[in-house]
């Protein structure tokens, strides 16, 4: 049966959670994990854990289902901690995590068990054809739904061989072909107004940045004042920059 202690014993800290021992019947030995301040709640905790152990050694339960049954945030928190670990950079885990999360909230999932490939897919039509999150108003295209479709089904990998699900339920989630897909954001050229307007605020981006106000009452105005050298400076810059962009134009706009 459960058993409640603090670690110190009487010495313990003001505040600290019992600790909870019990036998774990599965691994036929007793266990010991941290419990809650509250000795009520700790002792339930308990019972629940020996409970369940014993559950899943007659065969009544399993631990795979115990994990499908979690709030599906947790899990997910420990996919981007393996994915952090595994070296992904900042940026893209944010990325990674704000496209799960949209495409979780638009298929109504709370829970592992509810990852189902038609309920995926049909977020994902919903998000191509009425209203994109990649900018408000706009539906996603076939190459960003793709991405989110990638996102969310190698999350359900992850779970499936950390034993968190019994199945990957998204190995079947269909994707785009991208090279039959109506462009959303179609590709034109720059026209005449608008490489006058690019060249235009090349030459002028370092003078105003120097010249705009940051404080104060006159915030925003183009009347700091600026040594003549160092505004010089900025108007040298700003050629440089202007000759570096009509080159870029005239070859074609390529890297090389």
Request: include cysteine; charged fraction near 30%.
């Amino acid at each position: 049966m459960a058993s409640l202690f603090k670690r110190g014993g009487k010495k313990a800290p003001k505040g600290a959670p019992y600790m909870i021992s019990f036998y774990d019947a599965e691994r036929e030995r007793w266990v010991t994990v941290t419990g809650y301040t509250d000795k009520d709640m700790s002792l339930a905790k308990g019972h629940r854990l020996e409970r369940e152990s014993a559950q899943r050694r007659e065969g009544w339960t399993s631990a795979i289902r115990e994990h499908s049954l979690r709030p599906i945030d947790e899990p997910l928190r420990e996919y981007l901690l393996h994915l952090r670990v595994t070296g992904a950079a900042a940026g893209y885990l944010a990325q990674l995590e704000k496209r799960i999360r949209r495409l979780l909230a638009e298929a109504n999932v709370a829970r592992l068990f509810e990852l189902e490939a038609p309920k995926i897919e049909a977020a994902l039509l919903s998000l191509m054809t009425s209203r994109g999150f990649e900018k408000k108003g706009r539906p996603l295209s076939a190459a960003t739904r793709n991405e989110y479709a990638v996102s969310i089904c190698g999350f359900c990998t992850w779970a499936y061989k950390n034993q968190r699900i019994a199945q990957d339920t998204l190995a079947a989630v269909g994707r785009v072909d991208e090279s039959k897909a109506e462009a959303v954001h179609p590709r034109r050229a720059l026209t005449v107004t608008d490489i006058a307007a690019w060249i235009d605020a090349a030459l002028r981006r370092p003078q105003v940045e120097l010249l705009t106000v940051r404080a104060g009452k006159d915030k925003g105005k183009l009347t700091a004042k600026v040594r003549p050298a160092v505004r010089e400076r900025a108007k040298r810059i700003g050629r440089e920059r202007r000759h570096a962009y009509v080159v870029a134009i005239w070859t074609g706009l390529r890297r090389s």
